[in-house]
């Protein structure tokens, strides 16, 4: 199969990309260097066994050897190749950032014991579905990659892999991943891991070219890999899973808008209908963006009312979303190319501060169930104290797994601040 690859490729490469014609070339010649190697030391064994077979023993001895270092050392070249295709197909950079927000999901819930042999497998599985998505997403794109400068080199533009190979790579990875999280998590993950895949390759990355709304939708997607941790861990999704969801759901939305604006051309060559390529001004971008950095600024006030975390880790959040806020209301002001940049570095600075925040100051299940007690005790709700001591017992146990499980610290008017999670209205494309 690699062979008839790599000679495909060679022949798409030369015809249809004469650019990356070298690509092709080395690739075609791996084989046939290899084999007139093998035939040149099996005559020249042949040619030395009628004339002195002592001598012939040797040589065929000596040969051997080098023929193995040989093969040794085109094999390893064929890894480098392959595996260098593989790492751009999956994405990797990415996807690693998806398998930290699905990692830290499953410490989150995962209460007072972390299961490190589950934590790996559900990062693993995490992993390959990621990649298979990406895959897809590239598949689904190639013309549109060749169309653009910063995409034009991947693998299956360039001609280094053929169409065929890269469905077959995404098709196992996939396979793979979400089997790995029903066996080693539970069905619950991987269904989420599955719809995610789905989500991604089939809605999200097709409305790219048809819609601006794609950024929403890739928003949703980015947000469910924490909740796939959870569930993996808990074996449940509960309203206090839904912090660093939440958190990525808002995050995304000015960090797209700096790309896209920051990447217009290309993504106007490229035919993808993003919300930047409808607004000439930038008004509207910059206000998307500052509107959703705004969004972030509850976030860790309520992972501290839910009792997930310390009261140090709302003071942070808040300066955090204070801070990417400051650099959306500068590009709103100034809509440049630099304030642009500068809005979308912090955004890559926010995401691991908030994620290692909630890891550093998260609360043990015992201290989130005394806070969620304390609070229940001065508002009058506890009635435990009027129990024997066995049913206070029981009493104070369902308290503690109800809290855990709806994050309830207070009576029902307290949540009416997450009315804007998880979803918001997308705004209605323009085109001038």
């Not at 290899?34 to 064994?45: E, H, I, N």
């Not at 693998?155 to 790579?169: D, E, F, K, N, Y």
């Not at 409305?207 to 469910?224: E, R, S, Y």
């Not at 508002?379 to 146990?397: F, H, K, M, R, Y």
Request: a positive charge; aromatic letters at 12%; one cysteine or more.
């Amino acid at each position: 199969m690699w062979r008839n690859s790599l000679i495909f490729s060679s022949k798409l490469v030369s015809t249809a990309n004469p650019r990356n014609y070298n690509y092709a070339v080395g690739s075609s010649l791996f084989h046939s260097q290899f084999y007139s190697a093998a035939a040149s030391t099996t005559s020249f064994a042949s040619d030395s066994l009628k004339s002195d077979p002592s001598r012939a023993l040797g040589s065929s001895f000596l040969n051997t050897t080098s023929l193995s270092a040989f093969s040794a050392s085109k094999l390893k070249d064929a890894v480098n190749y392959y595996g260098r295709c593989y790492f751009e197909l999956s994405k990797a950079r990415l996807s690693l950032l998806v398998v930290a927000t699905s990692g830290t999901g499953y410490i989150l819930g995962s209460g007072s014991a972390i299961d490190f042999t589950g934590l790996c497998c559900t990062c693993a599985g995490t992993m390959m579905v990621a990649a298979s998505a990406n895959t897809l997403n590239q598949v689904y794109e190639i013309n549109n990659d060749a169309l653009m400068k910063r995409t034009r080199n991947r693998p299956l533009p360039s001609g280094r892999l053929t169409i065929p190979h890269a469905v077959t790579w995404a098709s196992c990875a996939g396979i793979a991943g979400t089997a790995l999280l029903a066996w080693k998590a539970n069905v619950l993950a991987a269904g989420l891991a599955a719809s995610n895949l789905v989500l991604y390759a089939f809605v999200y990355t097709p409305l790219k070219q048809m819609h601006p709304i794609n950024t929403w939708v890739g928003a949703i997607v980015g947000a469910i890999p924490p909740l796939l941790g959870w569930a993996a861990a808990a074996g449940e999704v509960s309203l206090t899973a839904m912090i660093l969801p939440a958190a990525l759901y808002f995050w995304q939305i000015p960090h797209f808008m700096a790309l896209a604006y920051l990447c217009r051309k290309d993504y106007a060559d490229g035919g993808f209908k993003m919300f930047s390529l409808a607004d000439a001004s930038g008004h509207r971008t910059a206000m998307v963006a500052l509107r959703n950095c705004l969004y972030l600024l509850p976030l860790g006030y309520l992972a501290y009312d839910w009792g997930i975390t310390s009261g140090w880790f709302c003071l942070e959040a808040t300066i955090l979303a204070l801070a990417i806020s400051g650099t959306a209301m500068s590009f709103c002001i100034d809509r440049t190319t630099k304030s642009a940049r500068r809005m979308f570095r912090a955004s890559l600075l926010y995401l691991p501060v908030f994620m290692s925040g909630l890891l550093f100051h998260r609360l043990p299940d015992n201290k989130q169930y005394q806070t969620a007690q304390n609070l229940l005790r001065s508002l009058g709700l506890s009635s435990s104290s009027a129990l024997p001591l066995d049913e206070t017992e029981q009493v104070n146990e369902q308290h503690k797994v109800q809290s855990r499980n709806t994050g309830a610290r207070g009576p029902p008017v307290a949540y009416a601040s997450v009315a804007p999670f998880p979803f918001l209205p997308a705004p209605t494309y323009v085109t001038h």
